[in-house]
């Protein structure tokens, strides 16, 4: 099946795209569709799938938070942690297992990065939001997912610096409160670093507030720097799409870094004088001696290298190790590419790289890999031998087969 039929046999793709062209870039307003996801059930099950593949592979890594009302549970998050989804079973009925309390709840960051064909599912929708040249998303998504059965948001009423897009998956419903106007008192408000500022005094507010409820497919999109709540009405999940705004200065700051001539110096001491770091500063920002590239340059080098490495993951998170196939595909199975534009070429510090899902893979020099790039926009499948046949000229037969491999071993190609 190609990547387009496998998303429009989920998502009513019409009004995913009229929303796109009416919100984007900004998401200014908040919009509900109803039924936009027309099979909760098998985005329910990728998330599944993510949560089985980080639980039993790499659960250290799984960016994953338990609640109780009002409280973030240290212990709790541990427990799930420490307790592996079992084969078949959900997130909803884990979340029953492992918890001791139908209130209490869970928030996993990054879960498309556990699984290939979920990280699939969703830039597709982002190619949709995504204009190159026209607006991009340079500082990135979060993709997450959220798993209840009763009770408020345990943070209560909430605001977020950044627009939320809610994917409702069921199953059951869920209620959700949106205030298009602040009507809270500054002295019922509790600052928060997560969450911007919150109240706990939820049922007094809730007839000024709009409100929806939130079916199995539904979807709604909250505005930044909106207040709102959820209640849940039962065991449910929901995937959630964070899409950050441009964070100019520590994306400046990074390339500033990444720009500056590397290995000059000893590395600085674990308690170093203020004095000594502006030194540092001036040593690694000058120019070179020898340099043909002034700072500025370099800059908004690193700055095009670091979004470009974005457009090869999606907008996304690049998948993390434990998603990625162990093993070469098997002698003439058919392959697809996972996304256009999951590969390409550039010039870095090092030398030249292909960048694949956001991992830099070192080639030889004067190779042109344009068709390659052009070729990810292709549905037509193809073999891993024909994949090595389509490399570019330059490279022996021994150069094309482990080239390929590592495409597939890094998920840019997968099966259909």
Known sequence: MSSQTSRTTTIDIQKWKAFAAAQAPDFTGTSFLSALVTDPGHVSRLIDDSLRTATHSAPGDLRLRAFRPGAFDYMLTKRFIDSPLAPGESAVAWRARTADSREACLAVNDISSW????????AALVREIVSEGIHELPSGTDVYTFVADSGWTPFGIHKDSEPSLIFHLGPAPKEVWVWQENPFDASGITPSPSFGHI???????????EHHLLQPGDFLCIPKDTYHVFRNLGPSAFLGLTLYPVKSRPLITEALWRSAPAGDGPAPAAYPTGQEIADRAHALFEQPAGSDAPLADRVRDELTLGQLRLRTTGYLSRPHSAALPGEDPADGAPLRWAHPGVVAATRTGSGPALLVRGRSLPVPDGLDFTAVERATHSERPF???ELGEALPDGLDDASRTTLARKLHALGAVTAP
Do not use: M, R
């Not at 109240?199 to 507030?209: C, G, R, V």
């Open 383 to 385: 073999t891993l031998a």
């Open 115 to 122: 699984s290939l064909p979920l990280a699939e599912w969703v």
């Open 199 to 209: 109240t706990f005094d939820i049922e007094p507010h809730l007839a000024s507030a």
